[in-house]
């Protein structure tokens, strides 16, 4: 290894290297190192501790002197003759600055592909229910505590809640070990491993085909026409509410009688025909409602609606049918199993993505979803207008 007096003329001047790494050790200070690779010239201190090599990076020339840097390195180099590794002292260091709050932003501005709802219900949950948390070190969060909360948000605000709080919290706690080195154990494994999670059963509500015609009764009894169409919308569609009210009459096609859900929960653009009964609603909407961008538009800042609860409460009262807009989306997806449509057919009118080897070789064509779509729409216009 070759040795130089590490001086700011001699770092200047030592080129970058080729290929691979040159380390220099300073001649008057044993265990002090100039690095020098293919871009970049790095300080370093390094000793055995123990029998083992350690070594402790300083930082690049330019961002220190060869005089700060040999200071550093004095000290380093002192600690690890009393057997202690100052990168150890150095992620001790890190962990004491690491706070929930701080994971949270990081994770949110380094995930490029998270959605802003998904960041919106992050810090909705940990605003909510961990805002005591927020400000404490991530190494201060153990599974003692995490139980305890678990527990408490659960007898508080439910099952659902709960798990779903903690789901947030693992996910932020792996983040915290991928990018800063820290908690290298994840206190909400705990739930697992003590199967202290909430059993959480999935909801089978959907509208059954004998209660379809007083709901549509009242849909189409409601004064406010946008919701109205909404709801038959979701419906007929089985989208989900958000993508539903988000279209934009940009993203209809007229003349093909299909349009496009840009923003899906999976990130991939969902384009579906029309049915007779759809193509007849647009037709009618745009007449009044074509200057506005949203298809469903809303009085509030987002442009279009939201999910009208207070017309959904009086479909329920009026009509003895009680459900929500997701249970359309189970309905649709009743109705279309009940017809023997197929499982690549069915899959892609609700835009879930086929896992198996053979799906991944079939492509996807909006005409042939078309015959499906229609077989729909004509049971529902049959059981809501008494035709068997």
């Known amino acids: 290894m070759p040795k130089a007096k590490i001086t700011k003329s001699f770092v200047d001047s030592a080129p970058l290297s080729k290929k691979g790494q040159v380390l220099y050790c300073d001649k008057d200070m044993p265990g002090f190192y100039l690095i020098i690779g293919k871009s970049a010239k790095t300080y370093a201190a390094q000793k055995d501790i123990r029998g083992r090599s350690v070594r402790f990076t300083i930082g690049r020339h330019g961002h220190f002197t060869p005089e700060e840097a040999r200071k550093i390195a004095r000290d380093k180099l002192y600690l690890m003759s009393q057997g202690i590794n100052p990168n150890t002292l150095k992620t001790e260091e890190k962990r004491k600055e690491i706070t929930l709050a701080k994971v949270l932003k990081n994770y949110q501005d380094t995930r490029k592909n998270l959605k802003q709802a998904t960041k919106d219900d992050y810090e909705y949950h940990l605003n909510k229910y961990l805002s005591d948390w927020m400000n404490k070190l991530m190494a201060d969060i153990d599974k003692d505590m995490v139980i305890a909360r678990h527990s408490l948000i659960g007898k508080n605000h439910g099952p659902s809640v709960a798990n779903g709080t903690m789901r947030i919290l693992r996910a932020l706690f792996n983040h915290a070990h991928a990018s800063f080195d820290i908690c290298e154990v994840n206190p909400v ?5 003590t199967k202290a999670w909430y059993p959480i059963r999935r909801k089978q509500t959907y509208i059954k085909p004998h209660q379809l015609k007083a709901w549509w009764k009242a849909v189409n009894d409601l004064e406010n026409e946008t919701q109205r169409d909404y ?6 569609t089985g989208l ?7 279209l934009k009459w940009a993203d209809i096609d007229m003349l093909d009688k299909t349009f496009t859900i840009i923003d899906t929960k999976n990130s991939d653009p969902l384009t579906l025909p029309m049915s007779d009964f759809l193509f007849s609603m647009f037709t009618q909407r745009r007449l009044r409602y074509g200057n506005y961008d949203y298809v469903f538009p809303g009085t509030g800042a987002h442009g279009h609606l939201i999910e009208p609860k207070a017309s959904i409460y009086k479909v329920a009262q009026n009509s003895g049918v009680t459900f929500t807009c ?3 989306r189970r309905t649709f997806l009743t109705i279309a199993e009940s017809l023997d449509i197929s499982h690549y057919a069915l899959k892609r009118l609700v835009n879930h993505r086929l896992s198996d080897v053979t799906s991944g070789y079939i492509i996807a064509n909006v005409e042939r979803l078309r015959r499906p779509v229609e077989q729909i729409a004509q049971f529902v216009l049959e059981k809501v207008n008494d035709r068997i």
């Open 189 to 193: 494994a705990y739930l697992s491993r």
């Open 231 to 236: 709801l038959l919308f979701l419906l007929l």
């Open 240 to 246: 989900r509410k958000s993508e539903a009210a988000k």
């Open 326 to 328: 997701h249970d359309l």
